[in-house]
T-cell receptor
């Protein structure tokens, strides 16, 4: 069973507009969430994270929102740039109970059109 | 370049052969992870080392898989008697002491089993 779900395989956005990538999780033990970005032929690169004690974390153009009651998080990118075109993975872990191994979703491919 | 490095980047082998991959983590990173990624999926956790100790193994890691991290530096992942289902991207990641969640990934080794 998939504990971290990214239900949109792809998303296309115009440059300058907002990109919203969504992620749902099923395991209530998850308490730390991360977003990674992956370009072709490269490994995933850490983007932003959020602890379950927060509902929002912002870093420049990137903001992650966490809704614990809905077991849902989202990544907002604004304004979107063509260089943001990549596959975005949502990941989760149990900070206290695990050794830090991450559970990933299947990814969403973002295309930002000039 | 002081990032995580993996060798080789690509490996093509025939079914039944043994293969070994190497990962060099970022210097001073005491935690090292192996993941496997197949097409259309996110990375899946395989195993985890803290220094030289292998502390966790996924049930995905069958008896044909073995990983080592002698002296707590580089790590090797060996697959014996490869099967076509082993074809995947094998990713290594490392993280420093005291930092949970954020992991630094290497570029991966793409294995193709014919």
């Amino acid at each position: 069973d998939q504990q971290v779900k990214q239900n949109s395989p792809s998303l296309s956005v115009q440059e300058g507009r907002i990109s919203i990538l969504n992620c749902d999780y099923t395991n209530s033990m998850f308490d730390y969430f991360l977003w990674y970005k992956k370009y072709p032929a490269e490994g995933p690169t850490f983007l932003i994270s959020i602890s379950s004690i927060k509902d929002k974390n912002e870093d420049g153009r990137f903001t992650v929102f966490l809704n614990k009651s809905a077991k849902h998080l989202s990544l907002h990118i604004v304004p979107s740039q063509p260089g943001d075109s990549a596959v975005y993975f949502c990941a989760a872990t149990n900070y206290g109970g695990s050794q830090g191994n991450l559970i990933f979703g299947k990814g969403t491919k973002l295309s930002v059109k000039p | 370049d002081t990032g995580v490095s993996q060798d080789p980047r690509h490996k093509i082998t025939k079914r039944g052969q043994n293969v070994t991959f190497r990962c060099d983590p970022i210097s001073e990173h005491n935690r090292l992870y192996w993941y496997r990624q197949t097409l259309g999926q996110g990375p899946e956790f395989l195993t985890y080392f803290q220094n030289e100790a292998q502390l966790e193994k996924s049930r995905l890691l069958s008896d044909r898989f073995s990983a080592e991290r002698p002296k707590g530096s580089f790590s090797t992942l060996e697959i014996q008697r490869t099967e076509q289902g082993d074809s995947a991207m094998y990713l290594c990641a490392s993280s420093p002491p005291g930092v949970w969640g954020e992991q630094f990934f290497g570029p991966g080794t793409r294995l193709t089993v014919l």
